[in-house]
C-alpha cells in the first residue's frame, strides 16, 4: 500500500501541475479539497482537479468511477484514494 | 473618433515587460525563438497558474502590466490571436491520440479555444464587460483593434484592453517550416535589407495596450484611426490613407515615418517596398520583425513601436530601414498578411 500511496502522490503533482510540491509534501491522510477555505489543511483543490483525479484514476488504474456521490468519500485524501484503487484497479 | 494610447506592455523575445528593446536591442540570429518570460509569480499565485498554459499566464502579465497605475473602469476586453492557446490544444490532441479518446485531461480540453486567453483576463481583472476574440491568422491583432475603435465610436466603451497573443509550439514550427514559412537558414539581421529568399523567422507575442478617450500624462500617443483592407491596390491604399489624414488633420508632408512588417521574406518585403517607396519615397520607414520574429500577432509590435516612438520622440537608428532620424510626430503603421490583408493606421503624438 505504501508504494500505492507513493505513486499516487507523484501522479497527482504531475496531473494537477502541483509545481514546486514533492511527494514528501503531500500528507496522506490530510484532505484534498477544503471547501474554498483557503486556512483549512490539506491540498485546497478544486472542481476540476477532482475531474482530472477521476481521468487520472480511469487512465492509470483502469477504474470508472460510475456512481457519482461515492466520489466524495474516494477523494477523501490520498489515502483513501489508494484504499479504493487498490481493491478495484483492472491495471 | 480618436482613442488614446494610455499604455502598452509586451512579452516577447526581446526582454519583457519593459522597454529595454528601445535602447539595448537583443538581436537574434536563427530561426525559432520562443519568449522571454518574466517571473509569472508576481501576477497569479502559484495556486492559480498551475493549471494555465503558458500562453494564458504572458497574456495576464501583460494585460496587468498594462494596467498599473490604471484605476478607472475597464469597459472591454478584445483579443487578437491567430492560433489562440496551441499549445494546450496540441497537448489535449495527443492525449486522444495516445488514450484513444479516452480519460482525456479536462484542464486541456477547456483551454483549447481561443477565446480562453480573453475570458481569463475577464476574470482575473473581474472585467465584466465587452469580451470578443478575433482569429484571422496575421491580421488578428488588426482586426481586434478595429472593432474596439467601432465600439468607441458607437459610444458603446470608454476604455479597452486591446491584446495580441500568440506562442509558436515546435510542432507549429516544423510545420510551418514544410511551406516554408520560416527561411531554411539562420536568419541574420541583414537578410532584412533587400531579402532575396522566402520565409522569416518564429517569434512569440503577447502585447496589450490600453485605449481610452481622454488624453493623460502618462498617454503614449493618439490614434487617429485604422482601415482594414482586402487585396487591396495602390490606389485603394492611398484612399485609406487619405481618410486617416483627414481624421487626423494633417496631409501627407506631415507624415514623418511609416512603420512596415518587413520580415526578411522576398515575396512579404516587396509589398512593401512597392507600395510604401511608391506613396512616401522621401519618408523614414521603420521596421520591427527583426527584433520581435515574425508570428500572427507581430503586427501588433508595429503599433507598439510606434506609439513609444512618439511618446520618446525619436527614432533610434536600429529601427530605421530606411531615411534619417527625425522627432516624429505622426507615424502610419502598415502591415500586411500574405498581400491578402492590410492594415492602415495613423497615430500621433
Known sequence: ?91 | MAVYIQSAAQISIQSPLCDDWFTNPILREGRYFRCEEPDFKQFVDPMSARRMGRLLKRALASAKSALVGYDAPLDAIVTGTGLGCIETTEKFLLAMLKEGEQALPPSHFMQSTHNTIGSLVAQHLKCHGYNNTFTHRGASFDCALQDALMQFDLGNISSALVCANDEMTELYFQLFDQIGYWKREEVKAEMFHNAQTEGSFAGEVSATFLLGKEKTNNTLCRLDGQVLMYEPGEARVREAIDQLLKQGGIGWSDIDAVVCGYNAAKSNDEVYGRMVNSLFPDVAQIYYKHLFGESFAASAMGYYVAAVCLKRGEIPAHLLFKGQPVTPKHILVYNHFQNKDHSVALLSC
Do not use: C, H, Q
Request: aromatic share 4%; glycine share 8%.
Open chain 1, 1 to 91: 500500500m505504501s508504494e500505492l500511496i507513493e505513486n499516487l502522490k507523484n501522479e497527482v503533482i504531475e496531473a494537477l501541475n502541483l509545481e514546486g510540491m514533492s511527494a514528501a509534501e503531500i500528507d496522506e491522510n490530510a484532505p484534498l479539497f477544503n471547501g474554498g477555505d483557503p486556512t483549512a489543511p490539506g491540498l485546497g483543490l478544486d472542481s476540476i482537479d477532482a475531474l482530472e483525479l477521476i481521468v487520472l484514476m480511469e487512465r492509470n488504474y483502469g477504474i470508472k468511477l460510475k456512481n457519482a456521490s461515492e466520489g466524495k468519500d474516494i477523494f477523501k485524501s490520498i489515502a483513501t484514494m489508494a484504499e479504493y484503487i487498490s481493491k478495484n484497479r483492472t491495471k
